[in-house]
Nanobody, 117 residues
Framework: QVQLVESGGGLVQPGGSLRLSCAAS????????MAWYRQAPGKQRELVAA???????NYADSVKGRFTISRENAKNTVYLQMNSLELEDTAVYFC???????????WGQGTQVTVAS
């Protein structure tokens, strides 16, 4: 059974930092592309950042220079370091795992990030 379990969300003031973690089980983690998506109230889910098995990364323009995605294959975990948080970063953040060659993809349950003063 595949599980993606996010943690690290919470309430933070503008300009603050948070680190999200996503622990995966039930998949061969190292060969999956891992990503973070977010969904704000009334908006569509959007890609925030992704990292391939080979550690290539890409970011949404809105978070470039502020967020960093990384992975630790030995721990089956992907991270999202979020710095200089803005009000507009408030959303539920979802972990996503994809292996296109096998047509497999999975979602976590999400973790709430609220940026407010």
């Amino acid at each position: 059974q595949v599980q993606l379990v996010e943690s690290g969300g919470g309430l933070v003031q503008p300009g603050g930092s948070l680190r999200l973690s996503c622990a995966a089980s039930g998949i061969i983690f190292s060969i999956y592309t891992m990503a973070w998506y977010r969904q704000a109230p009334g908006k569509q889910r959007e890609l925030v950042a992704a990292i391939t098995g080979g550690a290539r990364t890409n970011y949404a323009d809105s978070v470039k220079g502020r967020f960093t995605i990384s992975r630790e294959n030995a721990k089956n975990t992907v991270y999202l370091q979020m710095n200089s948080l803005e009000l507009e970063d408030t959303a539920v953040y979802f972990c996503y795992a994809e292996q296109p060659a096998w047509r497999q993809n999975y979602w976590g349950q999400g973790t709430q990030v609220t940026v407010a003063s």
